[in-house]
Nanobody
Framework: EVRLEESGGGSVQAGGSLRLSCTVS?????????MEWYRQGPGNECELVSA????YYSESAKGRFTISQDNARSTMYLQMNSLKTEDTAVYYCAADASTEPRHSPCGRQYRGGYWGQGTQVIVSS
């Protein structure tokens, strides 16, 4: 059974930092599977934040977020620095998911692939 489990969310003030973790089980943690971080904010659209193997970052994440992995722990990370209030969202890790349809919510039923349960990030001013 494929499982993805996020952790590390929480409440921080603007300017603060958080590190999200996504631990994977049930498949080999390698480049055979795409791995990404998505987020879903109040508008309910699922936004691709970063992709592991391509080192893609959204415009809003560039320069502030860093994606990384620990193969020995089958874990992907998202280090988020200089957090802004607009970063407030539920953050999901996903494997083998589609970036389409762009205006859909996050989750397997909309984007396919495998998803974690999400971790809430709240950034206050």
């Amino acid at each position: 059974e494929v499982r993805l489990e996020e952790s590390g969310g929480g409440s921080v003030q603007a300017g603060g930092s958080l590190r999200l973790s996504c631990t994977v089980s049930g498949f080999t943690f390698d480049e055979a599977h795409t791995m990404e971080w998505y987020r879903q904010g109040p508008g309910n659209e699922c936004e691709l934040v970063s992709a592991l193997h391509s080192r893609y970052y959204s415009e809003s994440a560039k320069g502030r977020f860093t994606i990384s992995q620990d193969n020995a722990r089958s874990t992907m990370y998202l280090q988020m620095n200089s957090l802004k209030t607009e970063d407030t969202a539920v953050y999901y890790c996903a494997a083998d998911a589609s970036t389409e349809p762009r205006h859909s919510p996050c989750g397997r039923q909309y984007r396919g692939g495998y998803w974690g349960q999400g971790t809430q990030v709240i950034v206050s001013s």
